[in-house]
């Protein structure tokens, strides 16, 4: 019983212990696919980029999804992203609007077809996604 309890305590700490690393030249395909693996219950959609530098964001979903997050933003900064399941999805978003210029949504999956739910901004992304995958 013993060596079960060490190795869910060594599973769980490696899992808090997994990041992404996201930066201009990925393809948003690549970080939904890394994404997926790290958080299988949970989903990130990107939007297009606004008309104009420092415009209001787009409600439109990111149509080609082979593009670089470079080809997809109307900031010029360079920068990267660590996403790890410790973080909130504020935080993640924030940072994909303050280093990328790009606005991101976290959704819990929905595996028939219907709408996904958006999720709270306050909850931890690792937290999140095992509460739905226990469901």
């Known amino acids: 019983m013993e060596s079960c309890e060490k190795i ?4 769980h700490l490696n899992y808090y212990q997994m990041k992404i690393i996201i930066n201009n030249h990925r393809k948003i395909f690549s970080i939904q696919e890394e994404f997926n693996e790290m958080f299988p219950c949970l ?5 297009a980029k606004p008309n104009t530098s420092g415009g209001a964001p787009s409600t439109k979903l990111v149509s080609h999804n082979s ?3 470079q080809d997809c933003r109307a900031m010029g900064n360079e920068g990267s992203i660590e996403v790890q399941p410790s973080m909130n999805i504020s935080d993640l978003k924030e940072n994909f609007r303050d280093i990328f210029g790009l606005s ?3 959704t819990q999956k ?4 219907s709408t996904e739910i958006p999720l709270d901004n306050k909850f931890n992304i690792g937290e999140i996604n095992q509460q739905y ?3």
């Open 43 to 47: 989903k990130i959609d990107f939007f």
């Open 133 to 135: 995958c226990l469901k």
């Open 110 to 113: 929905n595996g028939n077809g």
């Open 104 to 106: 991101v949504e976290i």
């Open 67 to 69: 593009k670089t997050l």
């Open 8 to 11: 869910f305590i060594n599973a």
